[in-house]
Nanobody
Framework: QVELVESGGGLVQAGGSLRLSCAAS????????MGWYRQAPGKQRELVAV???????NHGDFVTGRFTISRDNAKNTVYLQMNSLKREDTAVYYC??????????????WGQGTQVTVSS
């Protein structure tokens, strides 16, 4: 079993910055992928950014250089630095991790979500 603990959400003014963190712990042999998704009210959950082992990243089109995903392998932690935030970035942000367990099973896990609210 893997536990994800998210932190860093909150209320920020438009143009401001926030940094989200997600730490994975538990029965982990290896982590293949760590990333962030978001879901705004009335909308589908969408990819924000993902980083895979080796450091390659992918992100949603709306990121346009404003957000940066990074990973600390030693701590099994993924970060999302969000700059130049806009009102439309308001959403619940979810951490997602694909991990290899002790029996080499590959499972995906979701965090509980952290609210990001951007005010004008």
């Amino acid at each position: 079993q893997v536990e994800l603990v998210e932190s860093g959400g909150g209320l920020v003014q438009a143009g401001g910055s926030l940094r989200l963190s997600c730490a994975a712990s538990g029965s982990i042999r290896n982590i293949n992928r760590m990333g962030w998704y978001r879901q705004a009210p009335g909308k589908q959950r969408e990819l924000v950014a993902v980083i895979i082992s080796g450091g390659r990243t992918n992100h949603g089109d709306f990121v346009t250089g404003r957000f940066t995903i990074s990973r600390d392998n030693a701590k099994n932690t993924v970060y999302l630095q969000m700059n130049s935030l806009k009102r439309e970035d308001t959403a619940v942000y979810y951490c997602n991790v694909e991990a290899v367990g002790p029996l080499f099973e590959v499972l995906a896990y979701w965090g509980q979500g952290t609210q990001v609210t951007v005010s004008s």
